[in-house]
């Protein structure tokens, strides 16, 4: 095992210096597994539920007050991210610049998670209640950033390879989407468990503290066993000239373009909830419907390094990327054709019918392949982009550049989350604490527009900002050999 961990990921010649071993890799995946237990609590379709049938459940309008909370502590979470950023591009220490933060951040995290799902204390009123929710949301929000922020950064800084970083990545995803589905996937069980399934609360609170302790040991392995590998000789930035270097990256600029549409596919996940308790009528289909993400995931960690590595100098992750893009839009167009008649024709309050469950869970285990490719496709373009900065301008600034995709995920998340919620409330949605609750026609239009064909028409919007996204495979490969060339000039100087 000692042989197979000190060994490389990538033991062939690809005309690159490597770096990684298994360690090294699996270590950082553990990180992004206790990333994935966050937000798998926090982030997803079951805080909505949460928010609305549970916490809110006694108010005239949860949906709608739901929805301010989540855009508003949202928007504030976004803007919160460059901040950060910015302080870990100008930290220096013995640890190095993200390392600290990984290992501090998560018990904070833990803490106020926990907090979060104990639930309103008995008899607080409602200006208390909601003050009290907001207040515990911008919790989760600020703690998290801390260790969000260092540990997407740490992934830039640990090898400058870029068919290594997509190999890190991959095992990265599929690590993060096991641990992950865990707390969801219990709270997705409560269904099929007698206690559970009239003690909602409970099964949130049970989840929100099997996440808490993952992500504080997940993360001690993060922090042990990494290393920062990039060198800064210059001074830290100040923030004024943190901010002036966004403005020089045309390629970053496009990936936080095509993310501003990418948020329009992912109402879609802020609602599934939802569309398999109103529209399916049965939560049970909860499980099925997590679980069959998972291969989009595993094939996605798996097959895109291995793509990557075999097409070597060659492999263009901006092609990768609209690949990606043109088959999700085919596969949800079908979707949609496929399933419309057995949703929106069948009888008010009826559970969907077995071919139609079964065709719905297909779709969307087939939907998350090029989902999740492009996900991970991403995360090697956006380390790109810092590559590109320093290339062009001889600084490197991995948080600040991190912390705009982050602040593109953070955006995504709370205005997704509040459209789909606004539209809900438009149409009527009625809340309820347990079992089903019939909607009505507008409602189940809606929640099936957005399953179906929303998505279809957000991948759509992000092919556009992608026709100029300026880095090809072959000049990211030229960017990485001067800039080498020039660390060996700066560190002979140093020696001089």
């Known amino acids: 095992m000692k042989k197979f961990l000190d060994s490389k990921t990538v033991k062939k010649d690809v005309g690159e210096e490597t770096y990684l071993?298994?360690?090294?890799?699996?270590s950082y995946a553990l990180g992004r597994g206790a990333q994935g237990m966050f937000t798998s609590m926090t982030g997803s379709k079951y805080l909505n539920y949460f928010l609305t049938n549970v916490l809110f459940s006694r108010f005239s309008d949860p949906m709608g007050l739901a929805s301010k909370i989540r855009l508003y502590c949202g928007i504030f979470d976004a803007i919160n991210d460059p901040m950060m950023g910015i302080i870990v591009d100008k930290t220096r220490t013995k640890e190095g610049q993200m390392r600290p933060y990984i290992r501090r951040a998560p018990w904070f995290i833990a803490l106020v998670m926990i907090l979060f799902f104990l639930g309103i204390p008995n008899g607080m009123p409602d200006w208390a209640c909601i003050a009290w929710t907001t207040f515990l949301f911008i919790g989760l929000d600020v703690t998290y950033t801390a260790f969000d922020i260092p540990m997407g950064a740490l992934a830039f800084a640990i090898t400058p390879n870029g068919i290594e970083r997509t190999k890190l990545y991959g095992v990265s995803s599929i690590v993060r989407s096991v641990s992950g589905v865990l707390p969801g996937l219990f709270v997705a069980c409560a269904g099929w468990l007698p206690y559970f399934n009239t003690h909602t609360a409970k099964a949130y609170l049970t989840g929100g503290i099997v996440s808490a302790i993952g992500i504080i040991v997940f993360t001690r392995f993060t922090y042990k066993n990494t290393q920062e590998r990039t060198v800064h000789h210059e001074e830290a930035p100040s923030v004024a000239e943190c901010f002036k270097l966004l403005f020089k990256n045309r390629p970053l600029l496009m990936l936080f373009l095509a993310?501003?549409?990418?948020?329009?596919?992912?109402?879609t996940n802020q609602i599934s909830f939802y569309f398999v308790a109103d529209l399916m009528f049965t939560t049970k289909y909860n499980v099925f419907i997590d679980i069959i993400t998972f291969p989009g995931f595993l094939i996605a960690g798996i097959g895109v390094p291995k793509?990557?590595?075999?097409?070597?100098?060659k492999s263009d992750p901006r092609k990768f990327y609209r690949t990606c893009c043109v088959l999700a839009i085919v596969l949800h167009v079908l979707f949609y054709i496929t399933c419309y008649n057995g949703y929106i024709n069948k009888p008010a309050g009826a559970v969907v019918s077995l071919p139609i469950g079964i065709l719905t869970v297909i779709f969307t285990g087939l939907t998350a392949i090029p989902l999740e490719c492009k996900n991970l496709m991403q995360k090697e373009m956006e380390a790109e982009t810092v590559d590109y900065v320093e290339w062009k301008t001889g600084t490197r600034?991995?948080?600040?550049?991190?912390?705009?995709?982050?602040?593109?995920?953070?955006?995504?998340?709370?205005v997704s989350s509040a459209i789909g919620l606004a539209i809900l409330s438009y149409t009527g949605y009625v809340a309820h604490t347990e079992g089903s609750m019939i909607q009505n026609a507008a409602t189940n239009k809606a929640l099936f527009f957005m399953t179906a064909l929303l998505p279809a028409i957000g991948y759509a919007l992000m092919l556009i900002p992608m026709a100029f996204y300026n880095i090809s495979g072959k000049n990211h490969h030229i960017m990485i050999e001067e800039l080498k060339m020039r660390h060996e000039t700066a560190n002979a100087i140093d020696k001089d």
């Not at 993310?259 to 109402?267: D, G, P, Q, S």
């Not at 600034?397 to 709370?414: A, C, D, H, P, W």
Request: glycine share 8%; hydrophobic share 50%.
């Open 259 to 267: 993310n501003m549409f990418f948020l329009v596919v992912k109402v």
């Open 21 to 26: 071993t298994w360690r090294e890799t699996i």
């Open 307 to 313: 793509l990557v590595e075999k097409l070597g100098e």
């Open 397 to 414: 600034v991995e948080g600040v550049m991190l912390s705009i995709m982050s602040f593109t995920g953070k955006i995504e998340n709370s």
